[in-house]
């Protein structure tokens, strides 16, 4: 009886654990659309929920090339240990382009984005 009894508990616990996992893996990814002009970010800054994003980047004749990077706020943007790298575009945003970066999962906190190669200010990103 004991036997049976344990594995009735193992068998719910893997259904409990894949359901859960279902779940989370059906949590919808959600997109945030940013656009470069020249020299700045024309969002200055955003509040999200915590969840999945996909950040897209539009580049407006801001710069032959730009970029997106992601940082939690109080961490120094110039190190590239401290980028959330899958925040990064796909490739660089060429002049009237789109590019889309990975999916990108978000806690609550304050987040800092920028560009530096079109040497936009550091914006902040709010996720409550």
């Known amino acids: 009886m004991k036997k049976v009894i344990a594995i009735l508990v ?5 259904a409990f654990n894949a359901n859960a996992q279902d ?4 949590a919808p990814v959600k997109t945030v659309s940013l656009e470069q002009t020249a020299g700045e970010f024309t969002q200055k800054q955003i509040t999200l929920s915590e969840g999945t994003y996909i950040f897209k980047v539009a580049n407006n004749n801001a710069a032959e090339e730009v970029g997106l990077v992601l940082i939690e706020d109080g961490k120094d ?14 490739q ?5 382009k789109t590019e889309s970066s990975k999916k990108v999962t ?9 560009c530096p190669f079109n040497k936009t200010p550091q914006y902040t990103l709010l996720v409550e």
């Open 10 to 14: 193992v068998v719910l616990g893997f």
């Open 23 to 26: 779940k989370m893996m059906k």
């Open 77 to 90: 943007g110039n190190n590239p240990e401290n980028h959330i790298k899958n925040a990064y575009v796909s």
């Open 92 to 96: 660089m945003v060429k002049h009237g």
């Open 106 to 114: 978000l806690k609550k906190g304050t987040y800092k984005y920028f």
